[in-house]
């Protein structure tokens, strides 16, 4: 089906930048909404920041003006520009994308919500 293939996490220090990358492939139609989701030990999972494929970007206010959320739709990739880290910024990332593929021989385009693995981002004080 569709599978979500996240990169660029690791350490940094804080007042540092990192972007992480998420590649969409398989058996894709079109990637709709696609956005980037955290979770912290002993936290819930949070919604980072999501954009449509028109371009409308949507951010937890937490980050709001230190990241900025792009994406590539030639490339089924989506971005996210991690800048002035701070120690609570740690944690696992996670890719989500809402998709429509392609399943079988039919004309039904199925859609569905994806996850990557997780790219871990970890800042240091």
């Known amino acids: 089906q569709v599978q979500l293939v996240e990169s660029g996490g690791g350490l940094v220090q804080a007042g540092g930048s990192l972007r992480l990358s998420c590649a969409a492939s398989g058996s894709i139609f079109r990637v709709n909404a696609i956005g980037w989701y955290r979770q912290a030990p002993g936290k819930e999972r949070e919604l980072v920041a999501s954009i449509t494929r028109s371009g409308s970007s949507n951010y937890a206010d937490s980050v709001k003006g230190r990241f900025t959320i792009s994406r590539d739709n030639a490339k089924n990739t989506v971005y996210l520009q991690m800048n002035s880290l701070k120690p609570e910024d740690t944690a696992v990332y996670y890719c989500?994308?809402?998709?429509?593929?392609?399943?079988?021989?039919?004309?039904?385009?199925?859609?569905?919500?994806?996850w990557g693995q997780g790219t871990q981002v970890t800042v240091s004080s």
């Open positions: 989500n994308a809402d998709c429509t593929y392609y399943r079988g021989s039919g004309s039904f385009l199925p859609r569905g919500d994806f």
